[in-house]
């Protein structure tokens, strides 16, 4: 039964990650419905989103490899330090500081405190609404050539309240860039990009507990199953893309910030009459 409900859970990885709705989220409510009714835990849900960030690096592998090849001929002196990629790969590196310095101090709070349902049915409904505002007054009139250290550091830290499930990773990200007036799309492409080192950083290391049997990394779904959810939520994940990249290209967020309210509150149903329990 472990190997489905791994499977299922990928599925779910992949469906819900890019999208400003909480893959974390899900995956806890889900598993609380699966016939374990057990936490997948916080090392499952990192691995299984290097899945998902791996669909990013094939599905932006062009502009990937030009970043990185216009970053490091900049050190060398081959390319100018202003120009746009190099910029993009400075960026992303600032932009990541602020989840990588979180996440170390507040490990402990991740993997244990915050995996709270009570706090999950509240931020799924806070940020849905943040998200809403956001959408509805953005003037959506900067593309990423726009992009400044400062409003890098704005979606680094954006992208850190993630580490409280019901954020959302591109729902934060997303909902700051449209609040410094940029487009959907670039504030979705730039919360994708800018999600690869953190993702990769949190799911390897993750990884590396679960191999070595750290006490931390526990949990109902042995590696064997960790992997084949990882590599569903990658093949999922991978279309996903695609599909959210078209949708907010001409629609706005508002079924996303409908969905997170209906969700939270049907959580805040399901809690308050005891047929989930909040941890």
Known sequence: MNWFEAAFLGLIQGLTEFLPISSSAHLFVVGKFLPSGADPGAAFTAVSQLGTETAVVVFFWRDI????????????????????DVRMGWLIIVGSLPIALLGVVFAHHIESTLRNLWLVATTLIVFGLILAVADSVASQKRELKDLSVKHGIIYGFAQALALIPGVSRSGGTITAGLLMGYTRESAARYSFLLAIPAVFGSGFYELYKIVSG????????GIGET??????????GYLIIGWFLKFISTKSFRPFVWYRIGLGLL????????VITPD
Request: aromatic fraction near 14%; hydrophobic fraction near 50%; charged fraction near 15%.
């Open 227 to 236: 992997i084949l959810a990882t590599v569903i939520a990658f093949g999922v």
């Open 214 to 221: 750290h006490e931390n990394a526990e949990g109902p779904f």
């Open 267 to 274: 959580l805040y149903i399901l809690l308050g009459f005891n």
């Open 65 to 84: 490899v030009r970043i990185i090849k216009a970053w490091f001929g900049s050190l060398r002196g081959r390319v100018p330090r202003t120009d746009p």
